[in-house]
């Protein structure tokens, strides 16, 4: 009997305490910390495209590339130069100088690195880390550090390095020209030009022809071996040169040129009245205002400050860009304006074609295109006008220098379709699992300009408003969560061109669908584009669609940026399936059953998630609204897409949400609470969740992952009461009454342990 009592007490003891410290533990606050992310690096993406002899193009290869490839997985260039055969050459924003391609002293690599080949970049190691500037020709280099240093190496045919080259300077590896610190601009060709932070130009290396523009021998003369003045002139800001021609610009934005005069290359008279001779600079008429000049082997490119390209010189494959003889011409011999578009941002120049870029973020070529050069897609005839090669984004710069292989800094590059694709393509995506809509899409076309003047717009055929519908027989794919669904229509078929010239069409998108046999709501890309038609007539034969290119409009609406898109003449739209019952989206609510007196004041804790779909913005915010046991509202709640969120529900208090995305998911757990002891039972859309049985105190329960349906969706958390302690014991929060049961089960073994002292002391006595 002793024994069963003393055993007794022990359980009521352990259970008091037991009691009390979960009563305590109760009213422990909890914390929540936040993560930070990083940044992306500054710079650009390296394209190339063309010959590849000996590695030129950077992609680990030798095969020819007639289309811009992504050199590495780097997107950190700042500064490129191309040359034949020297290779390719390129700094980041660390500062490094990388080259590649044939194997030489230009590699700048040293005894070891000069007879091998490299086809993909390799870093040259001096002086480390300070380039800036980087420009070649053939098989020599010249580069800029930070510190205003000047570098050269590569071949010193006729004193082009600029510096004596010896067992301690050799030409294998970068060495310093001179001891000044000054230098802001350097260009090679068959010479060298250098400009510096005075607006002073220097010139040394080949003077076959007077490119070095100063005299070389006699009185006052500096030996073509090291850098001279050229002039007295000292506002010069950019400078080019090539085999045996070198031209700059001054801050007046004249351009001059001195050199080679054969085929028209200098752009100008060097002989008869008022002219200048070829070996001194003599400025180029006709040409004003120009911020860029590229000298190539025989031919010269300028661009202006209004966006307009002029060439002259040698047009043997087109490289002018335009016509030199017939009605309107100009003569190679003198500036001549390619096209009439005012758009032109950059040109950059190879041995006989060029490439420039425009600020309607589209790539152009023209010349000779035998190895691929002009990234046109083809390795066929040259081109005589400028030709699309594709669309870019965030655009840094063409490479400087010249060869058969093109260079350029591009944030990213999209392609041309083949060119006989004219197709507008409509995307439609929805998420996974919801029914496929019937819809239909309308594009308009509005005439826009004639070879880019506005006042011409009524020379363009009208095309007529076209139509694509969506509905399950479209082509679909589903991934990550997502249906997509696509149609296509040609924007061209039946259409006429009486001319030759450059068709261009604003399309858009008309907002609103014609029908629909789901309730839903479609968000539009609202893009624009503009559509531009190539047309030309060969000899002899008829008008013909020579390509197609489209640039997206980038328009501010105030409120939002429309227009931004992904691929070639895409709009996606999302198709977004809501939940349709008018009592609400979802609701999560707690139930206690059974004879617990703290139902008015026992706070139950959850943690929800909602998580959108691939489909919505990650900022997106779900609100809900708690409702108490009358259904009135008495707060609500905002849910972050993905985040956790703690809030907490009385008996009979419901947590609603009126509407939602299909697809949307959802997980609610309660957490796990040791203020009562109970049974759990789980209902989530309806169907009861297996619990096991719970004797112990309450323990955490979740929903796990559900989808949210087209229809009400659910998670009814219930408890049923088991133990009801003595009458009037529980008042008010429930830590506070278990605190006073404990309190109650210790007096009472006192009182035992009292009484059973007295009854030893009487026994005693006796």
């Known amino acids: 009997m002793v024994v069963r009592k003393y055993i007794l007490r022990m359980f009521l003891t352990l259970v008091s305490l037991c009691v009390l410290a979960a009563a305590i533990t109760a009213l422990t606050p909890v914390v929540f910390t936040a993560e930070a992310t990083g940044s992306r690096t500054t710079g650009f993406p390296l394209y190339s495209w063309g010959d590849n002899r000996g590695g030129r193009l950077g992609l680990g290869h030798t095969t020819n590339m007639n289309t811009p490839q992504r050199v590495g997985d780097a997107e950190n260039w700042v500064m490129a130069s191309s040359a034949d055969p020297g290779g390719s050459f390129a700094v980041n924003t660390e500062g490094h100088l990388y080259s590649w391609g044939p194997g030489g002293v230009q590699r700048g690599l040293g005894p070891g690195g000069a007879a091998t080949q490299r086809s993909v970049p390799t870093r040259v190691m001096i002086p480390d880390n300070d380039w800036v500037h980087v420009a070649s020709f053939a098989s020599g280099v010249a580069a800029l550090t930070r510190s205003g240093h000047l570098y050269t190496w590569g071949s010193n045919a006729d004193g082009r390095l600029g510096r004596a080259v010896n067992a301690a300077n050799p030409d294998h590896t970068p060495g310093r020209v001179g001891t000044a610190t000054n230098w802001v601009y350097v260009a090679v060709g068959g010479n060298m030009l250098a400009i510096n932070s ?3 130009l220097y010139s040394w290396g080949l003077n076959a022809n007077g490119q070095l523009g100063r005299p070389v021998t006699g009185a006052g003369s500096v030996p073509g071996s090291v850098p001279g003045r050229v002039g007295t002139a000292s506002n010069w800001v950019m400078a080019s040169c090539a085999g045996s021609v070198s031209a700059a610009i001054n801050s007046d934005g004249y351009v001059y040129s001195w050199g080679n005069s054969a085929g028209g290359r200098l752009g100008r008279p060097f002989t008869g009245a008022g002219s200048v001779p070829n070996n001194v600079p ?6 004003s205002n120009a911020i860029d000049v590229v000298v190539t082997n025989n031919a010269t490119a300028v661009v202006t400050a209004d966006g307009r390209i002029y060439t002259w010189g040698d047009n043997s494959n087109g490289q002018l860009g335009r016509l030199i003889t017939g009605a309107g011409s100009v003569p190679n011999n003198v500036p001549g304006r390619v096209g009439t578009a005012s758009n032109w941002l950059s040109v950059m120049g190879g041995r006989e074609h060029f490439v420039a870029i425009n600020s309607d973020s589209a790539i152009y070529a023209w ?14 005839m040259s081109r005589s006008v400028p030709t699309p090669i594709g669309h870019i984004e965030g655009v840094a710069g063409a490479a400087r220098g010249g060869g058969v292989h093109s260079l350029a800094l591009l944030e990213r590059f999209i392609p041309l379709p083949a060119e006989d694709e004219k197709f507008l393509i409509k995307r439609l995506q929805k998420p996974e699992g919801t029914p496929v809509p019937e819809l239909s899409f309308t594009f308009t076309f509005e005439r826009y300009k004639f070879d880019d003047i506005e006042e011409q717009y009524d020379a363009l ?12 027989t479209n082509p679909s794919n589903t991934a990550g969560g997502i249906t997509t669904i696509t149609g296509e229509v040609d924007v061209l078929e039946d259409i006429v061109f009486d001319r030759v010239g450059v068709f261009s069409y604003i399309v858009r998108e008309v907002l609103g669908s014609s029908s629909t046999t789901h309730p839903s709501s479609v968000i539009y890309s609202v ?15 008829d008008f013909r669609v020579e390509a197609v290119t489209v640039t997206p409009r980038i328009i501010d609406t105030g409120d939002q940026t429309v227009g931004v898109v992904t691929e070639y003449f895409t709009f996606t739209n999302v198709y977004a399936r809501r939940t349709t019952d008018t009592s609400g989206a979802l609701f999560v609510s707690k139930t206690v059953t059974g004879e617990f007196a703290a139902l008015d004041t026992a706070l139950f804790d959850f943690d929800i998630v909602l998580t959108a779909t691939a489909l919505c913005p990650p900022d997106t915010i779900f609100a809900g609204r708690i409702l108490d046991i009358d259904g009135l509202q008495i707060g609500d709640v905002n849910f972050p897409s993905g985040i956790s969120v703690h809030i907490q529900l009385l008996h009979g208090q419901r947590l609603v949400f009126d509407e939602l995305i299909i697809g949307t998911s959802f997980v609610a757990t309660e957490r796990a609470s040791a203020v009562f002891w109970a049974s759990v039972e789980l209902i989530v859309n ?11 105190p309450d323990m955490e329960l979740s929903t796990d992952t559900h989808l949210i349906g087209e229809s009400r ?28 049961l404990s309190v109650v089960i210790l007096i009472v073994l006192i009182i035992c342990r009292t009484n059973r002292s007295k009854r030893i002391y009487k026994e005693a006595l006796l």
Do not use: C
């Open 713 to 740: 969706n659910s998670a009814a958390f219930t408890n049923h009461h088991q133990f009801t302690p003595p009458t009037g014991l529980i008042a008010g929060e429930i830590p506070y009454a278990l605190i006073g």
């Open 367 to 380: 010349g000779r295109n035998d190895s691929g050069q002009l990234g046109i897609g083809n390795f066929d």
């Open 527 to 541: 893009a624009e584009y503009e559509l531009r038609v190539y047309v030309v007539q060969p000899v002899g034969q």
């Open 461 to 472: 055929p009208e095309i007529p408003d076209r139509i694509i519908s969506l509905n399950a």
């Open 198 to 200: 005075e607006g002073h």
């Open 686 to 696: 309806g169907e009861v969740i297996s619990v096991p049985a719970n004797p112990f």
């Open 282 to 287: 003599g400025r180029v008429h006709g040409v």
